[in-house]
């Protein structure tokens, strides 16, 4: 075979494979597309699982159509900056937090989902971190005051399956969470993941065994992701009580 | 002229004669090309912790094995000799590519859950070694039937390893698909109940707990090695003499 045959084999094929991916690519990629952003939606929603299954909308159960449809008339997105300044023309699900680590701090851009449910206000802080082999990143729900938590999710990008990755497959270690404060009196102190098991019951909660290094980056995560928020959370709060006030 | 007819009608081959079952049920077992050959076991060892995405990685595989050998098959007489590894690896990258943007369209949490190995059913062996040895020398038909029987063997291991571990590892089975089952466990519900006080299944299972061990990587290791052991033992012709 000569080598002007090898040429044009190697050319013909190249533009049907071209053209076939191309296809299936414009076709799948909107569905693909779609499905993202439930799955993205879900995870949110699972930092407020507790409270959802109270409301008897438990997150396993919903159809996608509801997750899309909570966040239609459920959720408030907001945008805000490091300094509480809301950012404009974004929705919060738009905001890549991998993207936004990368950035230096005061042009990051943090999401904010303020979700009623029942009477109630959550607000879900998107979170990222650094586990023992990969990103670990997280939502995290706290109550109106802003003080107590009321739900997490985690994910992770590698961390080792039965023991990093419990992060996110432990239902009863993350349900831990629930109820724990992040301010001590005034003063800041976010939540911490203790080895050994939680001493302070208000501010800590057990460790992973055999899980260390993934469990010192959730509680480096939350302490530095949520710190982020401090601005906005103070503004919040002052809000709050105005308005109680009034 | 019906002698040639005849003798047409002889030469042809059956669709699913004795060879060609033989194509699709050897490599399940005797020449299964997880246990016997020992190929493609990276992934068998990564995506095998639960039942349903192994499943779905059996299918994606029986799918790219299938259809390459097929299409390799088909263009066996006109790929230039020189260049044929790379042809084989464009027409699996193809398929591969293809197999993870529809898995990404039909179900995406399983795409996620997958991750990277849908992507590396490419330097999967099993695919390559079949083009290679049987595809670019037979007819589309056998190739295509070969091609699943290989990817099916793959997934057979696959799923039964998945069994395992999903079982004794999280006590579920199926999990992350419409049809989970959850086995055994601290709550009610499970089937089993290892929790409640006082039940059967306290007095019987109360001491049982998930092994973590099975949940890891080693588990599908020492899984695979006790086929392959099973499978040696029972029939002594596959033991390697020399």
Redesign the interface.
């Known amino acids: ?1 000569s080598t002007r ?2 040429y044009t ?2 050319l013909i ?2 533009v049907l ?1 071209a053209l ?2 191309a296809g ?2 414009v076709v ?2 909107p ?2 597309t779609k ?2 952003d ?2 993205n939606k879900r995870q949110i929603l699972e930092a407020i699982a507790a409270p959802l299954e109270k409301a008897g909308r438990p997150v396993a159960s919903l159809s996608d159509q509801e997750v899309l449809d909570i966040f239609q008339e459920q959720v408030e997105q907001e945008v805000v900056m490091a300094d509480g300044s809301a950012v404009e023309g974004i929705q919060a699900i738009e905001v890549d937090m991998a993207k936004e680590r990368k950035k230096p701090l005061e042009e990051r851009q943090y999401p904010v989902y303020e979700v009623a449910l029942d009477g109630k206000s959550f607000y879900i802080f998107s979170v990222r971190g650094t586990g023992l082999w990969d990103a670990i990143w997280g939502n995290i729900a706290l109550e109106e005051d802003m003080n107590t938590v009321a739900g997490v999710s985690f994910d992770h990008a590698g961390e ?4 990093g990755a419990e992060i996110k497959d432990n239902a009863s270690w993350k349900a831990q969470f629930a109820g724990k404060k992040i301010y001590d009196g005034d003063k800041y102190v976010s939540v911490t993941v203790r080895k050994g098991g939680a001493v302070d019951q208000e501010h800590e909660v057990d460790g992973l065994s ?1 899980a260390t290094v993934t469990a010192d980056g959730v509680t480096k995560m939350l302490y530095e992701g949520l710190k982020a928020y401090q601005p906005y959370m103070d503004d919040a709060a002052t809000g709050a009580t105005s308005m109680n006030l009034k | 002229m019906a002698t040639t007819t005849e003798a047409k009608v002889a030469e042809k081959e059956p669709l699913f004669g004795k060879q060609e079952r033989a194509l699709m049920t050897d490599p399940l077992l005797d020449n299964n090309p997880i246990t016997i050959q020992v190929l493609g076991v990276c992934s068998a060892l990564a995506v095998t912790s639960l039942v349903y995405p192994s499943l779905v990685m059996a299918i994606a595989v029986v799918f790219v094995c299938a259809f390459s050998s097929l299409v390799t098959s088909l263009l066996r007489n006109t790929i230039p000799k020189a260049v044929r590894l790379i042809v084989q690896l464009v027409i699996i990258a193809t398929l591969v590519t293809l197999v993870n943007e529809t898995l990404k369209a039909v179900n995406y949490p399983v795409y996620k859950q997958l991750s990277v190995y849908i992507g590396l059913i490419i330097t999967n062996c099993i695919v390559m070694g079949r083009l290679e040895a049987f595809a670019m020398a037979n007819k589309p038909w056998r190739s295509f039937l070969d091609g699943i029987g290989n990817g099916l063997g793959y997934g057979l291991i696959l799923v039964v390893v998945g069994f395992i571990r999903e079982l004794f590892g999280k006590g579920s089975l199926f999990a992350g698909s419409p049809i989970a089952i959850k086995i055994i466990g601290p709550s009610p519900e499970y089937l089993i109940d290892t929790a409640t006080a006082g039940q059967w299944g306290s007095f019987v299972f109360g001491w049982y707990a998930n092994n973590n061990l099975m949940v890891m990587s080693v588990a599908a290791m020492f899984i695979i090695a006790v086929l392959i052991w099973i499978q040696r033992s029972r029939n002594p012709k596959l033991v390697d003499i020399s």
């Open positions: 075979m045959y090898i084999f190697a094929m190249t494979v076939l991916l299936s690519k799948l990629e569905i693909a499905n993202e439930i799955f080792t399956p039965g023991l055999g």
